[in-house]
């Protein structure tokens, strides 16, 4: 399958993402904190890519850390590539959706989370969809 990321032009993402979504996925913006609909979301299913699809997370994997936006503490194998980011004038880690490169958020490692990974995926709303799975 093609990269939708090479196979797309600018203004075929802008027609087919909202302005935010582009903002976001396409531009590496963020949305402010506490504003996503995910942010506190609890529902049991699949975080999948708003640009192109791709299954990201899963429920169970998600965790509240306060942040403002939502958090994983794993990505699903191969969905999420990680990226190093000097954009603020230090070093993060971006991750970006593996399928089409849409910019998800950042990860940090560390932070004392009682997580299996000690990792905090911290990933703009904007840039998720949720799909209810009863198979989790």
């Not at 909202?18 to 529902?43: D, N, V």
Request: glycine fraction near 12%; aromatic fraction near 10%.
């Amino acid at each position: 399958m093609d990269d939708p990321s090479k196979t797309k032009s600018e203004s075929e993402w802008r027609a087919i993402l909202s302005p935010e979504q582009f903002r976001i996925l396409r531009q590496k913006g963020t949305e402010p904190a506490g504003t996503g609909r995910y942010a506190h979301f609890k529902g049991e299913g699949v975080y999948t890519c708003a640009g192109c699809g791709t299954p990201l997370y899963k429920s169970t994997t998600k965790f509240d850390s306060g942040c403002g936006w939502p958090a994983f503490f794993d990505a699903i194998p191969g969905a999420v590539i990680r990226h190093e980011d000097r954009s603020l004038g230090r070093i993060r880690t971006e991750i970006t959706c593996a399928a089409c490169g849409g910019h998800l958020g950042h990860v940090f490692q560390g932070e004392g989370f009682q997580t299996p990974t000690d990792e905090r995926h911290c990933v703009n709303s904007v840039s998720l969809k949720f799909a209810e799975d009863q198979n989790l």
